[in-house]
């Protein structure tokens, strides 16, 4: 089994920052892609960022500029550094890590969810 768990969530005033962390752990052979998704109340779950394996990043519009996606390898861990928030930023994020455990066959990756943790922005 894998789990995910995120942490760094919590209540910051327009503008600042906070730094949300994600950690992978149980039966892994290796993370492909890692992911953090939001989901605002009423509205569906969008991407947010993405990092590669090898370090590759995307990000969506809305955050490109203000987020910062990074991961540890060795660590199995993921996190997004946001700053200059705005309350529309406002939701439950999602850590997502495409995962291969040594519990399937080599080659065969399950996407796995963390349980996710709110960040509230406010004017």
């Known amino acids: 089994q894998v789990q995910l768990v995120e942490f760094g969530g919590g209540l910051v005033q327009a503008g600042g920052s906070l730094r949300l962390s994600c950690a992978a752990s149980g039966t892994i052979r290796s993370i492909s892609n890692m992911r953090w998704y939001r989901q605002a109340p009423g509205k569906q779950r969008e991407l947010v960022a993405s990092?590669?394996?090898?370090?590759?990043?995307e990000y969506a519009d809305s955050v490109k500029g203000r987020f910062t996606i990074s991961r540890d390898n060795a660590k199995n861990t993921v996190s997004l550094q946001m700053s200059s928030l705005k309350p529309e930023d406002t939701a439950v994020y999602y850590c997502?890590?495409?995962?291969?455990?040594?519990?399937?066959?080599?080659?065969?990756?399950?996407?796995?969810w963390g349980q996710g943790t709110q960040v509230t922005v406010y004017s």
């Open positions: 997502y890590a495409d995962v291969e455990s040594t519990l399937r066959p080599r080659g065969v990756r399950l996407p796995s």
């Open positions: 990092i590669s394996s090898t370090g590759i990043t």
